[in-house]
């Protein structure tokens, strides 16, 4: 589904009243079958997880067909939990690497832990020498982080009015634009209407 949306720009599973996320240079960013991008991130992130740590419970050996399963499933969860093009996903694998590298059994080796910010790194250098516009967008770019912050003061706005029950499951975008004293801006730049994170969206839209 992510891959789908990505590269052909459908919404094979569209929400009423999501708008889909492009970076600045319109490149799609994935939901999958989820109203927000953040969420196809953390269930692929989970995925990935539970399906790395099953092969503790497989026997040594495996069949090679169930070895390939294995593998695959692994790879399309991290691919999974990629395609939205959140940083944020980025920076929370950095504590996760660091305790795992620690631990006296790892769930991934230190290799393939460095192998990967490695290719995040080499990622971002491409993107700065082939897609300035892009770089800007997902790593050096202020304005994003500048949104960010606006938005979060909104939500909590919006958190201290509705502290119990929230205003309703998928009713934030309603309430705030319907609302224009709950809008903040920071350094010029406008909150969006949305939680953009998922601990927000609970207390927002569910309450306490």
């Given amino acids: 589904t992510g891959l789908v949306e990505l590269t052909t720009d459908i919404d094979l599973f569209p929400w009423n009243g999501s708008v889909p996320m492009f970076t600045d240079t319109h490149i799609r960013r994935a939901d ?29 050996k495996i069949s090679p067909g169930r070895e390939l399963l294995h593998k695959a499933g692994t790879l399309a969860s991290f691919g999974a939990a990629l395609l939205p093009l959140n940083r944020g996903l980025v920076l929370a694998l950095v504590p996760i690497a660091v305790i795992d590298s620690l631990s ?67 009713l934030y975008h309603d309430v705030a634009t319907q609302n224009p004293r709950y809008m903040v801006r920071w350094k010029g730049i406008e909150s969006m209407n949305f939680p953009h994170n998922v601990l927000m969206t609970v207390l927002s839209e569910e309450g306490r």
Avoid: C
Avoid at 53 to 58: A, K, T
Avoid at 140 to 163: I, M
């Fill in 32 to 60: 999958g079958p989820f109203e927000q991008q953040i969420v196809l991130t953390m269930v692929a992130a989970l995925a990935f997880f539970f399906t790395v740590y099953l092969r503790r419970l497989l026997p040594g």
């Fill in 104 to 170: 006296k059994h790892r769930l991934i080796g230190r290799r393939a832990w460095g192998t990967f910010f490695a290719a995040v790194l080499l990622a971002a250098i491409a993107a700065k020498v082939l897609d300035p516009r892009l770089y800007d967008d997902r790593v050096s770019g202020p304005d994003n982080l500048y949104q960010r912050v606006a938005q979060h003061q909104e939500t909590l706005r919006v958190v201290s009015e509705y502290p119990f029950w929230g205003v309703g499951f998928g």
